[in-house]
Structure formats: structure tokens, C-alpha cells
């Protein structure tokens, strides 16, 4: 399924509004505190950056951008799996956002193979 750019910005939001839920209610304390500080990061990152590609200057530059959001989608799977194995988690939630941001990280790979796949036709 294709998306266009204004689905995947949407769909990047939602991902996003979800992690803050998510957060929002954990317990409080050194370990959660730390792990949400980097998961809210690397969550606002991969929409924003997905932002920044699609006003990329050139197709190197839209590739670049891409990485990165490639970069922070993974680094969020790294931290929610962390989550899922701390106690006094929600499981299954985590595992509906492992499930998203893993959707969202092989779109974002797809985009870049294609991306290169055409600028090398040129």
C-alpha cells in the first residue's frame, strides 16, 4: 500500500500522540523517567525529519533526511523494547507501538530504495 506524504505525516502524529499516551501513564521514577525522555525524543524526531525530507533540496538530500528518520524509528523500537521488559508496563500497548513504529521504519526503508533506485536511473 502507498502512501503519500501528507498520510505519512499524519500517521507519524498519531504515532507519536500514542507514545505520549503511553507515557503519560507510567509510573514515575529514574528508570521510566529516563527511558521516556529518550523515547519522546526519538519519537518527535522521525515525524519531523520525515517533515524536513519532503522539503529536501535534492534527491541526495531527501535520501539523507530519510536515513534519519530511519535512524530514530529504530532507536524508538530499541526503547520501547526496553519498556516491554520493565515491570509495571502496559504490554500490549507497547507491542501496538513496536508494531507501528516497525510499519513506519520498512515504509521509510522502502522510500529510501526507491529514492536511490530512481536517481540512479537518471
Excluded: H, W
Excluded at 26 to 54: E, H, M, W
Excluded at 109 to 114: C, E, Q
Amino acid at each position: 500500500m502507498a502512501f503519500d506524504k501528507n498520510q505519512m505525516i499524519q500517521r507519524q502524529r498519531t504515532f507519536v500522540l500514542k507514545v505520549i499516551a503511553m507515557i503519560e501513564g507510567l509510573p514515575k521514577g529514574l528508570v521510566y523517567d529516563t527511558i521516556a525522555r529518550q523515547l519522546i525524543r526519538c519519537s518527535t524526531s522521525v515525524g519531523a525529519n520525515y517533515r524536513a525530507a519532503c522539503r529536501g533540496k535534492s534527491t541526495a538530500d531527501f535520501i539523507n533526511k530519510l536515513k534519519i528518520v530511519e535512524e530514530e524509528a529504530d532507536e524508538c523500537l530499541y526503547f520501547l523494547d526496553l519498556l516491554s521488559a520493565v515491570k509495571n508496563t502496559d504490554v500490549n500497548v507497547i507491542n501496538e507501538l513496536m508494531k507501528e513504529a516497525n510499519e513506519i521504519l520498512a515504509i521509510t526503508v522502502a522510500s529510501i530504495k526507491t529514492a536511490k533506485r530512481n536517481n540512479d536511473k537518471k
